[in-house]
């Protein structure tokens, strides 16, 4: 039976190159690169054959094998895998659940990502050739971790295929894989900053030695600990590298025999009561807009995944700002403001959102300016709270309250700046955007130069509206903290003016421009 699967993942592979001639270039040149970036592995992991310092070879590989491990579990999780040989497909042919899942477990040993696991797992067998006995070690370990990396590459595809079929499913992981490679930046950057040449092999060494207990490392740090001489830990390590490929096997079986007696999910349909937000909004033009606004950016993923987008740029700014030695007084004062900054631009282009859905707008006669305004409600209502939450943590956070009117009024500059000019910017100029019921993180039927310029003049007229405010509130840091007041007035005046005035142009402008709006949102 196993080997009818091994011919069934051979014919399957085959099939790759009967595409067209487009994909099979592409197929190829992934090969070549893959088998190339192995084939550099092997020979670099062969020379390290003949360096004497184990105990750092030994740190590394348990890194990189760690890495190795995550990325297995993770890539299928959150880009997801076409499953050709989902247990599913198998369901009708009444093999028995464990035959199934060795079966399965043994064709995964076919394909390129196994191929060339299995190159650089030998180029490891080659380094650690140093005696019999650590070479023996070498090799059990080697045929335990690429066992373990392919169970668990299947393990996570078949939690992929069989849990997130929906849309929905796949959108969050989307950002939860966003999220990930957010929270992992920091460490990169904390990597890059490390001084290698002094302290790099301590701080190696540390990490290695936490990894090196873990399910992750231990398979590869049993043949560097032999080689160093701590033979027990090398005996204990290499028990808990058996453990977990036990453990992993037993949860590939209880997962082929779930799947095996389980439909796929399905979406499934909501029934909701009542109007929802046009209940509780005014029953006008605006509050009808309003309403169907803050539908969209609590239903469509493409407004939620803005929205979770925003506290993360801070994240990517004040880190390596930290890192580089900026005075934390300095760097508490940028989360705020940034957020608010982004906030503001993200309704540059909210009409092209609505996609054909705008003619609603256009052919019932709302007035420009109540459209322009009700948009603008449920990014007001998230920018209140960022701004008093905000200012009152970061005050708190850097213990000096005298700092609040200049974090308020510069916050409030450009969130509002940002606003007023997206309202004339997304009436004026609006650029093809992710259609509804599409993947967020789907590109954009067609894109141009005016997506580019109109992302870059609402960016730059929010900057330079709250330059002002910035301004004083730079004078009241440096200078004297009365300043401070200055730059609350500017900033939360000239937002206002801003705000009113992008709503008065904005609306005139969507008045006059409805029949372009809409045979834009047609062409889209």
């Not at 093999?95 to 650089?120: E, K, M, Q, Y």
């Amino acid at each position: 039976m196993t080997a009818q699967f091994l011919r069934l993942k051979l014919r399957l592979l085959g099939n790759i190159f009967r595409r067209s001639p487009w994909q099979v270039v592409g197929i190829l040149i992934g090969l070549v690169y893959g088998l190339g970036f192995a084939a550099v592995l092997f020979t670099t992991l062969v020379g390290l054959r003949f360096v004497d310092d184990v105990e750092v070879i030994r740190d590394a590989f348990i890194v990189a094998g760690s890495a190795t491990v995550v990325g297995f579990i993770v890539v299928p999780l959150i880009f997801g895998v076409d499953d050709t040989m989902d247990p599913r497909r198998f369901a009708l042919f009444g093999l028995p659940d464990r035959t199934l899942a060795f079966s399965l477990a043994v064709a995964a040993t076919i394909g390129i990502p196994a191929l060339v696991l299995a190159i650089v797992l030998l180029g490891t067998v080659v380094t650690w050739s140093r005696d019999p006995g650590v070479t023996l070690l070498a090799v059990i370990t080697a045929v335990l971790a690429f066992a373990t990396c392919l169970l668990l590459a299947r393990v996570s595809t078949a939690i992929a295929s069989f849990l997130l079929s929906t849309r929905r499913a796949r959108e969050l992981t989307g950002v939860l894989g966003l999220l990930l490679i957010v929270m992992v930046s920091p460490l990169v950057v904390v990597l890059v900053s490390v001084d290698w040449a002094t302290s790099g092999l301590a701080v190696l060494e540390s990490i290695a030695g936490v990894l090196g207990w873990t399910p992750f490392g231990a398979a590869f740090a049993v043949p560097g600990d032999a080689a160093s001489g701590e033979v027990g830990p090398a005996i204990l390590k290499l028990l808990l590298a058996l453990a977990t490929l036990a453990v992993v096997w037993l949860a590939w079986q209880a997962l082929v025999a779930k799947m095996l007696v389980t439909p796929g999910r399905e979406a499934s349909g909501k029934s909701y009561r009542g109007l929802g937000w046009f209940d509780r909004m005014p029953h006008g033009a605006t509050g009808a807009v309003a309403a169907r606004s803050l539908t969209y950016w609590f239903r469509d993923a493409r407004y939620w995944v803005s929205l979770v987008m925003v506290p993360i740029v801070p994240v990517l700014v004040i880190v390596p700002l930290s890192l580089a030695g900026v005075p934390d007084l300095y760097v508490g004062l940028i989360p705020v403001p940034l957020m608010c900054l982004f906030l503001g631009w993200s309704l540059h282009n909210d009409t092209a959102y609505d996609s054909t859905a705008v003619w609603l707008h256009v052919v019932s006669g709302v007035r420009g300016a109540a459209d322009r305004a009700g948009r603008l409600v449920p990014v007001l209502i998230a920018g209140a709270l960022v701004i008093g939450l905000g200012s009152a943590v970061t005050v708190f956070v850097l213990n000096d309250w005298r700092l609040l009117p200049s974090i308020v009024g510069v916050s409030t500059a450009l969130l509002l700046a940002g606003l007023g000019v997206g309202s004339v910017t997304s009436a004026r100029f609006p650029y093809p955007a992710v259609k509804p019921g599409d993947s967020p993180f789907q590109q954009p039927q067609s894109t141009g130069s005016v997506t580019a310029l109109v992302q870059s003049i609402t960016m730059f007229c929010s900057l330079l509206i709250a330059l002002p405010a910035l301004y004083f509130g730079w004078l009241g840091l440096f200078v004297d903290p009365a300043w401070h007041v200055a730059s609350f007035a500017s900033g939360v005046g000239l937002g206002l003016i801003t705000l009113a005035a992008g709503i008065w142009l904005g609306g005139r402008v969507f008045d006059h421009r409805g029949p372009e709006i809409l045979g834009a949102a047609l062409r889209a």
